[in-house]
């Protein structure tokens, strides 16, 4: 797993909080590389640490021990980081073209330059024609689309999602798994997803890393070999269903 | 419409019982005072009104800058929570208007003092409402800007001020009722101006069609001041307004 284009390398990552009963291993020692456009999901039951994980590497959360390696000398995390919520966290006194704009805002870029940008991502995740509404005027999912045009505005490298559908409703949620895979090819980044879904992260991934339960250890990594790009229809195949029973059984639940 | 039925009702129900003026006027004496030359002149309406709604005003210029400003600092530092916090606690618990006389010892008589004493009435919903407003942002909200490295400012500019907007406004309307009772006050102690020293000195001569009169100026400033803020909601805050026409769509 060690190309030349990995982008992220984790590294015995640990975190243990402080409670009052003492501590508490939220995430034992996880390793696993990231390459270049690679689309990875992180599987595991809940409580086992994945959001963790991830707000790690977001720098939102100290880190107890090990490392995070990045292999690109350009790559400044503040800036090449695309963070997508569970919820879809937009600004309801902002305009979705203003939402969209909020990085820009924050990390003190030409505001102008980048509205033409915001144009094409509302685009991108079928939002034309939306930008001038309030984000109470739209639905769940077309909420968590502004969020996705949001985390790409500043045009990070590297986009976190932690389990972005998680809210909406099955039917929605795979007509959005569809539409990310689409965002995903059309803005060639690099995708960690986190999600407690087999069957979403077996369709939309390479790479599915497993996490066992409390304290979290990586207990498998499967690549999945499914044939780009992917339609609602290899749901139904032999080698799909392969997959998502192995990783089932390796979280036991089989 | 049913008010100019009650009004009607009124003036019949006078007439017909007989009722003295220094009991209750009839709405066209009422009316007389504002209008019948030789009142209007001995009333001086527009001084009063001009003395009143500047001291409302100012008091609520004064309370919406200084409160929004204390609800500010008191989120900013939680050191200064913590210290400022239970004094204006305490202070709120003794009746305001009681320090009415205080400020007048030490401020004088005019507009002035009024106006101290109607921001001192009315200061402390603004800071609650501002504070609470600032406070209430979702943890994840904050998150959203800190992995971009967000600075304290940015935090306050894009996401606290905003999100305090419809709790300020549910301050400022509470506020603004406060503000005119704040004035009115300073001016029944002592004034040589304003809508309060007109009801006094109407009553020293037991004229009752003035003192109603003043009532319904009064009634008429209140609600032209409401109306006023409720506007400014709308304008400040149309994103509010946008949502519930939505529903309608959706």
Same mark, same amino acid.
């Given at each position: 797993?060690?190309e030349n284009?990995?982008l992220?390398s984790?590294?015995?990552l640990?975190?243990?909080y402080?409670t009052?009963? %003492? ?6 020692s ?7 456009r690679e689309f990875v999901?992180?599987? %595991?039951p809940s409580g ?15 880190k ?5 390696i ?10 090449e980081?695309?963070f997508?919520?569970?919820k ?5 006194w902002?305009?979705?073209l203003?939402n969209?704009?909020?990085?820009i ?14 144009y ?8 034309? %024609?939306?930008e001038k509404?309030?984000p ?7 909420q ?5 045009a949001?985390?790409?505005?500043h045009d990070?490298?590297l986009?976190l999602?932690?389990e972005?559908?998680g ?8 007509k959005?798994n ?27 991934s ?14 498998g ?13 290899q749901k139904?195949?032999?080698e799909f ?14 | 419409?049913?008010?100019v039925i ?7 129900l006078?007439?017909a ?6 009991? &209750?006027p009839s709405?066209?004496l009422?009316l ?6 030789r ?10 009104i001009?003395?009143?709604a500047?001291g409302v005003l100012?008091?609520?210029?004064l309370?919406?800058?200084a409160?929004?400003?204390i609800?500010?600092? &008191? ?6 929570n913590r210290l400022?916090?239970?004094i204006l606690?305490l ?9 009415a006389p205080?400020?007048?010892l030490?401020l004088?008589?005019g507009?002035f003092?009024?106006?101290m004493i109607?921001?001192?009435v009315?200061?402390f919903?603004?800071?609650?409402n ?8 979702d943890?994840? &909200?904050?998150?959203l ?10 935090i306050f500019?894009k ?7 419809p709790? &300020? ?33 109407a ?5 009752m069609p003035?003192m ?5 100026v009064?009634?008429i400033m209140g ?8 506007l ?6 149309p ?7 939505s529903?309608v769509?959706?």
């Amino acid at each position: 797993m060690s190309e030349n284009n990995t982008l992220l390398s984790i590294r015995n990552l640990r975190k243990v909080y402080q409670t009052r009963d %003492g501590e508490l291993e939220a995430l034992g020692s996880v390793s696993f590389d990231v390459n270049e456009r690679e689309f990875v999901s992180i599987v %595991g039951p809940s409580g086992c640490g994945k959001t963790t994980l991830l707000r790690i590497i977001a720098g939102l959360l100290p880190k107890s021990d090990g490392e995070i390696i990045v292999n690109q000398s350009n790559f400044d995390p503040t800036r090449e980081v695309g963070f997508v919520f569970q919820k879809a966290l937009l600004l309801h006194w902002r305009r979705v073209l203003d939402n969209v704009l909020l990085p820009i805002e924050i990390l003190k870029l030409d505001r102008k330059k980048y509205i033409d940008r915001a144009y094409e991502l509302l685009k991108l995740v079928g939002l034309d %024609g939306f930008e001038k509404r309030y984000p109470n005027e739209l639905s769940g999912g077309m909420q968590q689309r502004v969020s996705i045009a949001r985390a790409l505005i500043h045009d990070p490298k590297l986009i976190l999602m932690d389990e972005p559908f998680g809210a909406l409703d099955a039917i929605t949620r795979e007509k959005m798994n569809l539409e990310l895979l689409r965002i995903w090819s059309e803005a060639q980044k690099t995708i960690l997803f986190i999600t407690h879904e087999i069957n979403e992260a077996v369709f939309l991934s390479d790479r599915v890393i497993v996490l066992s339960a409390r304290p979290s250890k990586m207990v498998g990594s499967y690549d999945i070999d499914l044939e780009r790009p992917r339609t609602l229809q290899q749901k139904a195949t032999a080698e799909f269903g392969e997959y998502t029973v192995n990783i089932y059984q390796k979280l036991e639940v089989v | 419409m049913v008010v100019v039925i009650l009004l009607v009702a009124w003036q019949i129900l006078v007439d017909a019982l007989k009722i003295k003026k220094y009991i &209750l006027p009839s709405p066209k004496l009422i009316l007389d005072s504002f209008f019948d030359p030789r009142m209007a002149a001995k009333n001086k309406w527009w001084r009063h009104i001009f003395a009143t709604a500047g001291g409302v005003l100012g008091s609520f210029a004064l309370t919406l800058f200084a409160g929004v400003a204390i609800a500010i600092f &008191l989120t900013w530092s939680k050191t200064a929570n913590r210290l400022i916090m239970p004094i204006l606690v305490l202070f709120n618990s003794i009746p305001k208007i009681a320090l009415a006389p205080l400020f007048l010892l030490w401020l004088g008589y005019g507009v002035f003092p009024n106006i101290m004493i109607a921001f001192t009435v009315a200061f402390f919903p603004v800071v609650i409402n501002a504070a609470t407003g600032m406070q209430a942002v979702d943890d994840d &909200l904050l998150d959203l800007v800190r992995y971009l490295n967000a600075s304290q400012l940015q935090i306050f500019t894009k996401i606290r001020i905003p999100n305090s907007l419809p709790y &300020l406004f549910a301050g400022i309307k509470t506020s603004a009722t406060m503000c005119v009772v704040g004035v009115l006050v300073g001016e029944f102690i002592a004034s040589k101006r304003g809508l309060g020293y007109l009801l006094r000195d109407a009553q020293a001569f037991i004229d009752m069609p003035t003192m109603f009169a003043c009532l319904v100026v009064l009634a008429i400033m209140g609600i032209s001041f409401f109306g006023l803020i409720s506007l400014a909601e709308r304008l400040i805050m149309p994103w509010r307004f946008a949502a519930v026409e939505s529903n309608v769509q959706r």
